[in-house]
């Protein structure tokens, strides 16, 4: 497994690969990694010649009162989980080597950006676009792989890589869960264990909306968000931020369900400030 820290050293490693025909496949992260960033490195190498990670806690995309200091680090326990994987380059830039002195440049990605998440974080998928569009510059990867489990963050990529004509591949791949149906997240680290216990009642949640609309034949959004803020509500620990159904492709509001639609949620736990979602692709078929 090479590591890198230099982009032009990356590059010339891409540009290498690229010359003898071979795939690259490529996972963002912020490290901190889980079963969660492992499955879908596993995908990438799958099906790809050469898989690289980057992992880079990248400041822009985080605001003013939001937890960049203290997010996990942890670079040598990422490098233990990354080598049975065979994974081929680790690219972790430090912070001066993505913004130097003077780095002005930033991807504005308009209204999608705005609404759900983007509502509470300003700025954050401007920060997101701006630094996945460097990555993708500096590992000129085949193939992308991004986890539904950050799903309006999939939508924003999606629209960028179409609109700024990225020639790469965008695959989204399922949210991993806990056994109890947390979907993992490097966040999950900062709950107390009380705090953790409580943390399920997001994925039940979920899993009530969806029995709503392909069970109980409700359409009718505002129905199906009660419903489930009534469930969360129940859980004093956890402050609901938005649930909100939207459809699934533009992530506009919508208020009568047709599929595919998504349920994205957002709640605070104590300080931490976790997502989740389902979709809902099939009105027929049972979760
Ligand atoms: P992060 O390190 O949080 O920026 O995440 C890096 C990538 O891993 C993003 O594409 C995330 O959506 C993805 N990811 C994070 N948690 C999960 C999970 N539980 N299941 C699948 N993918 C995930």
Known sequence: ?????????????????????????????????????????????DENVFTAV??????????????????????????DKLSPLKVDAVFFPDAGEMYPEGFSTSIQIGHIGEILCGASRPGHFNGVATVVSKLFNIVMPHRAYFGQKDFQQT???????????????????????????????????????????????????????????VSGRISDARRVKSGMMGLIEGEPLVGVEYVEVVDAENLAEIREIKTPAAICLAVRIGDTRLIDNIIIDNMEKLV
């Open 1 to 45: 497994m090479q590591t890198i820290r230099a982009i032009k050293e990356m590059q010339a490693l891409s540009t290498r690969l690229r010359s003898e025909g071979k795939s690259i496949g490529f996972v963002p992260t912020m490290g901190a990694l889980h079963e969660g960033h492992l499955s879908l490195l596993r995908r990438s190498k």
């Open 54 to 79: 980057s992992i880079f806690v990248n400041p822009t995309q985080f605001g003013p009162q939001e937890d960049f200091n203290k997010y996990p680090r942890d670079l040598d326990g990422d490098l």
């Open 155 to 213: 939508a924003v990529i999606r629209k960028l890589v179409r609109e700024l004509n990225f020639d790469i591949d965008v695959n989204v791949c399922p949210t991993v869960r806990e056994t109890d149906g947390l979907a993992m997240s490097s966040r999950n680290a900062y709950l107390t264990k009380e705090q953790r216990k409580a943390a399920a009642i997001l994925f039940r949640s979920l899993m009530l909306g969806k029995d709503l609309v």
